[in-house]
C-alpha cells in the first residue's frame, strides 16, 4: 500500500495526493519529502567537495602561474640563443660569452674580421661601442651587459634596437680582473632613432 501510494505521488499532482489521502498518508508524503530533500543537499555536498578536490590537484599551466605571479612555473620557457660577433683576438669576448652561457642562453661564438662595419649596420655608434656585438632574438646587445639585463629586455620587449654597455667596464662581466674594485656603469637601451637612456644602472656592492 504504501508503495502504490508513492507511486501515485511522484506522476500526480500533490493537491490531489492530499485531498485523496489519510492522516497516515500524508505522514508518508511528509516523510518521503524530506527524504528526497535530504539525499538531494548530501548530494551537493559531496559534488561540491569533488569539485574542490578536483582543482586541488589539477597542474596549472606555466603561462597561468607566470601570470598569477606564482614564484616558479612548472616548465621555464628556454632562453633564446645569442649569437656573438668578435675578433680573433678578443679575450674578455669569450669570457663574455661564458658568463652568458653560464645564465641559460645558448651560444653562437662568430669569428669576424669586418667588426666596425658589422657595428655600423647594427645601429652601434662609436660613442656606444666596445669589443663584441651580439644578436638576440632580434635585438643587437653591445660590449659587457650583464645577462640578467638581457633578461629583463626579453621580457619586456621594449620597442628598442637593443642595449649597449659602452667602453669596457671594469668588472662588469668578462671584465673581471683580481685586485681591481669594479666600477658603477650603465646599461643603455637604444631607441630605434638611435638615442639613448639609461636601461639598467649597475652599482657594484
Given at each position: 500500500?504504501?508503495?502504490?501510494?508513492?507511486?501515485i505521488l511522484r506522476?500526480?499532482?500533490?493537491?490531489?495526493?492530499?485531498?485523496?489521502?489519510?492522516?497516515?498518508?500524508?505522514?508518508?508524503?511528509?516523510?518521503?519529502?524530506?527524504?528526497?530533500?535530504?539525499?538531494?543537499e548530501m548530494e551537493?555536498?559531496?559534488?561540491?567537495?569533488?569539485?574542490?578536490?578536483?582543482?586541488?590537484?589539477?597542474?596549472?599551466?606555466?603561462?597561468?602561474?607566470?601570470?598569477?605571479?606564482?614564484?616558479?612555473?612548472?616548465?621555464?620557457?628556454?632562453?633564446?640563443?645569442?649569437?656573438?660577433?668578435?675578433?680573433?683576438?678578443?679575450?674578455?669576448?669569450?669570457?663574455?660569452?661564458?658568463?652568458?652561457?653560464?645564465?641559460?642562453?645558448?651560444?653562437?661564438?662568430?669569428?669576424?674580421?669586418?667588426?666596425?662595419?658589422?657595428?655600423?649596420?647594427?645601429?652601434?655608434?662609436?660613442?656606444?661601442?666596445?669589443?663584441?656585438?651580439?644578436?638576440?632574438?632580434?635585438?643587437?646587445?653591445?660590449?659587457?651587459?650583464?645577462?640578467?639585463?638581457?633578461?629583463?629586455?626579453?621580457?619586456?620587449?621594449?620597442?628598442?634596437?637593443?642595449?649597449?654597455?659602452?667602453?669596457?667596464?671594469?668588472?662588469?662581466?668578462?671584465?673581471?680582473?683580481?685586485?681591481?674594485?669594479?666600477?658603477?656603469?650603465?646599461?643603455?637601451?637604444?631607441?630605434?632613432?638611435?638615442?639613448?637612456?639609461?636601461?639598467?644602472?649597475?652599482?657594484?656592492?
Amino acid at each position: 500500500m504504501d508503495v502504490l501510494f508513492i507511486r501515485i505521488l511522484r506522476i500526480k499532482d500533490y493537491k490531489i495526493a492530499f485531498k485523496t489521502t489519510s492522516e497516515d498518508h500524508r505522514r508518508a508524503f511528509t516523510y518521503y519529502h524530506w527524504n528526497v530533500a535530504e539525499q538531494i543537499e548530501m548530494e551537493r555536498i559531496c559534488l561540491g567537495f569533488l569539485m574542490a578536490l578536483f582543482f586541488t590537484i589539477l597542474p596549472v599551466p606555466a603561462d597561468a602561474q607566470l601570470r598569477d605571479g606564482l614564484a616558479t612555473p612548472l616548465a621555464a620557457t628556454p632562453l633564446p640563443e645569442i649569437a656573438i660577433y668578435r675578433s680573433e683576438s678578443c679575450g674578455c669576448c669569450t669570457k663574455w660569452a661564458e658568463h652568458v652561457e653560464a645564465a641559460g642562453f645558448p651560444i653562437q661564438d662568430k669569428v669576424i674580421n669586418a667588426m666596425d662595419a658589422f657595428k655600423q649596420a647594427n645601429g652601434i655608434t662609436e660613442e656606444l661601442a666596445s669589443c663584441h656585438t651580439a644578436i638576440v632574438d632580434g635585438y643587437v646587445v653591445e660590449g659587457h651587459v650583464p645577462a640578467a639585463s638581457i633578461k629583463k629586455m626579453l621580457h619586456e620587449r621594449p620597442d628598442i634596437r637593443g642595449l649597449a654597455a659602452p667602453g669596457m667596464p671594469m668588472g662588469s662581466p668578462g671584465m673581471e680582473t683580481a685586485g681591481v674594485s669594479p666600477e658603477a656603469f650603465d646599461v643603455l637601451a637604444i631607441a630605434q632613432d638611435g638615442t639613448t637612456t639609461v636601461f639598467d644602472p649597475i652599482r657594484p656592492q
